[in-house]
């Protein structure tokens, strides 16, 4: 038997400098003597996991006057979909203003004072994420303001190379997708706020800049960054389940569970009466890459069928280079509509859904006419077409076919954008 190896220190990676870090080593003047609120939540953090609220009001350089919070608050302890109020930060003593509640966009009132809008959140890299949306909706009221916009720029979990999924159609433009870009982006916080300014208008007349990482590169994922994972929402419980949720965040527009309430979030999918085995089965026999499937069986304690045993599978990712989240999405909606037809529904449109689609979409160039609602998958899919096709009989494959074309005119469109 060979000899054991002597315990010897691990080598530490080299971390990945995030535009917080970068900002602070820098003693940078785009902070320096400003009034500043800054649009945060609890994973605005170093590497060492000090929380940016505390470093920047030790620095001395700037004046920290007011905190903002997106869905889920700045401490990150509000349920998805979840109002948030107004409150004092127990914390800081500051004001914080919610931009889930009454208003999703910074008001005059928050922003009396202030010099600069700072934001600094970790996004997950697809389109459906609500951070983005407070992105485009803060730039523009720091455009309308006449304030400087700030972008302390963190990694794209999923890296900057693959894109995925069509690009959203105007006309569906919503919270959970505010511009036409794909499902799966590509793109940083920071390249999607000067993509915003830039193609779509955002904060026209805003001074934006983006303080950029040291040492990210656009083949990275998350894991390869050097830094631990903080779930950037409750149900963004790991790595894995941010690669899938491109896909499997489509199963919150039907009435099956996404695995919300459950350890999987967005990993385990099925219902009450999902033959698990059934699915499992058909979706394995697909040949779809980079995924296995195994029959599960859960009890959410929250959202759909909560308190409910549901039957379906749990979806494990095996090659995450190989898999395309998108199309594993709509496989599996497309064969629980035809597995389990007289149970499978579409949920339905809801006014308040609306409603923030007019807000949030309507400088994209398309929000919706009076009247109008959209199903929330169709939200979800930035389009009616894959659901009215589906319903004809159309399978993934083609609709996947379909979104080709867009990716490359997209991606031609973002590269003037890049920083990385």
């Known amino acids: 038997m060979a000899a054991m190896s002597e315990n010897r220190p691990v080598a530490r990676k080299k971390a990945v400098r995030v535009g917080l870090e970068v900002l602070l080593d820098a003693g940078s003047d785009v902070v320096r003597g400003r009034r500043i609120g800054l649009i945060t939540n609890h994973t605005g953090v170093t590497r060492e996991l000090v929380h940016g ?8 350089e700037c004046r920290l006057e007011a905190l903002l919070g997106p869905e889920h608050g700045v401490r990150g302890d509000a349920a998805a979909g979840q109002t948030v109020d107004n409150q004092v930060d127990p914390e800081t003593g500051l004001p914080v203003f919610s931009l889930y509640g009454a208003q999703r966009r910074p008001t005059p ?9 700072v934001f600094d959140l970790q996004d997950i890299g697809a389109r ?8 485009g909706l803060a730039l523009d009221a720091a455009g309308e303001a006449g304030i400087d916009f700030v972008v302390l720029d963190r990694p794209n979990p999923l890296g900057g190379v693959t894109m995925d999924g069509n690009v959203l159609d105007p006309a569906f433009a919503s919270f959970v997708g505010p511009y036409p870009v794909p499902v799966r982006h590509g793109l940083t916080a920071g390249e999607l706020a000067r993509l915003y300014q830039g193609e ?6 805003c001074h934006l800049t983006v303080v950029p990482m040291d040492g990210w590169r656009r083949s990275m994922w998350y894991d390869q960054t050097g830094w631990p994972w903080v ?19 489509l199963i919150e527009g039907t009435n099956a569970s996404e695995g919300r309430g459950t350890t999987k979030p967005f990993e385990c999918l099925g219902a009450p009466w999902v033959d698990a085995a059934r699915l499992a089965g058909d979706l394995t026999d697909k040949g779809l890459p980079g995924v296995f499937f195994r029959p599960a069986h859960f009890t959410p304690t929250v959202s759909k069928h909560a308190g409910q045993l549901c039957h379906g599978v749990q979806v494990h990712l095996v090659d995450r280079e190989a898999g395309r989240a998108v199309r594993l999405g709509l496989e599996l909606v497309e064969s629980l509509r035809r597995l389990f037809p007289n149970d499978f529904g579409w949920r339905e449109a809801r006014r308040e859904d609306h409603a923030a689609g007019k807000e949030a979409g309507g400088k994209a160039g398309g929000a919706l006419p009076d009247g109008a609602a959209r199903r929330p998958f169709d939200l979800l899919a930035g389009t009616d077409r894959w659901r009215l096709e589906m319903e004809g009989g159309r ?10 074309a867009e990716l490359a005119a997209f991606d031609s469109r973002r590269r003037p954008y890049l920083l990385y």
């Open 128 to 135: 459906y994420y609500t951070y983005m949306a407070t992105l």
């Open 395 to 404: 399978g993934p494959a083609d609709i996947e076919a379909d979104w080709q």
């Open 231 to 249: 779930p950037p929402t409750p149900n963004s419980t790991s790595l894995e389940m941010a690669a899938l949720y491109p896909g499997t965040c």
């Open 53 to 60: 609220i505390d470093v920047l009001r030790r620095q001395g």
């Open 109 to 117: 009132e928050m922003l009396k004072g202030l010099d600069t809008l």
């Open 200 to 205: 779509f208008g955002a904060g026209r007349g």
